[in-house]
């Protein structure tokens, strides 16, 4: 498919990037599996197992001093045991995410860079819902993880518009996803909504992706929109967790941070510990 700038849209951009990159195949088995009643442990495994490359990447992450766990996990069975099954279902969805773009040139952007920023935000938002008392804090960590996959749709697809709105970005006063607009006539907020449904991916993950920028306009889970939000910032603020492309700091939408009811001394609490487990993280989803 050739696309040109007047055929442009996040639906065209997307069905020309989906030649190239496969939906996480594996994680959709699982989460149609795990909506069975009767799903067994070992039932999980088995899909597992039939990719031997997740398989050592999952066994790797689970073994790794992010979990710091004192005995060797060997068994994709014991590691649910352990971890948890949805837990590890949120690990095959990241690491399939991870291992599914990979021909973006270096030039255009620092994959290292942008999981880093990605995987950091997940860190951020997860630990964020830990201190605001919700449950399945694994979902924040995808959200955090997926809030920028419309970018890497973009870098595949169209790289020479990417580059100018990375540049501008860059080297001016925009915000890249307002270069984006302006270059392409959306962002890449539009472009991760329209993945996470072709991919089937779940539901709560859509407005996470498609208003980390604009909170205010969610409607279904703005509690969960306003953590993506505010972790994007506090990790962008930093400077030190890596970048998705942009290079200035957002805006904070005062409505989302007090939606939060966070106390400001949490946050250099919140990002220290995002430090102390992001190596380890990032070695073992990208190896």
């Known amino acids: 498919m050739v696309l040109t700038k007047m055929t442009l849209s996040a639906d065209t951009l997307l069905t020309k990037s989906l030649e190239l990159v496969s939906p996480p195949s594996t994680y959709a088995q699982l989460s149609t599996l795990i909506q069975q009643a009767n799903a067994s ?16 990447r999952l066994l790797k992450i689970v073994n790794s001093p992010y979990y710091g766990f004192p005995s060797q996990i060997n068994t994709i069975a014991r590691a649910i045991t352990i971890v948890g099954t949805k837990e590890l279902i949120q690990l095959v969805l990241a690491t399939s995410v991870i291992n599914a773009f990979k021909g973006i040139p270096s030039s255009l952007i620092n994959l290292d860079e942008f999981w880093r920023h990605s995987l950091a935000c997940a860190l951020t938002a997860k630990h964020i819902a830990k201190r605001c008392n919700l449950p399945a804090t694994e979902q924040f960590f995808t959200s955090g993880l997926l809030h920028n996959i419309g970018c890497l749709v973009m870098y595949q697809s169209m790289p ?28 890449h907020s539009e472009v991760g909504e329209a993945l996470i449904k072709k991919w089937r991916l779940p539901e709560s993950l859509i407005e996470p992706t498609r208003f980390h920028h ?26 030190e967790f890596g970048h998705s492309g942009d290079h200035h700091v957002p805006p904070l939408n005062p409505v989302a941070w007090q939606r939060l009811q966070l106390p400001a001394d949490v946050i250099p609490e919140i990002l220290h510990d995002v430090a102390q487990q992001l190596d380890a993280l990032t070695a073992s989803l990208q190896s």
């Open 41 to 56: 442990a070992d039932d999980i495994s088995e899909v597992i197992n039939t990719d031997p490359a997740l398989t050592t």
């Open 160 to 187: 020479e518009l990417a580059r100018e709105a990375i540049n501008a970005a860059q080297f001016g006063q925009e915000l890249i996803y307002q270069a984006e607009r302006r270059i392409f006539g959306f962002d």
């Open 214 to 239: 604009s909170p205010e306009l969610a409607v279904n889970d703005p509690m969960h929109v306003a953590i993506i939000h505010v972790a994007d910032i506090m990790v962008t603020a930093t400077g």
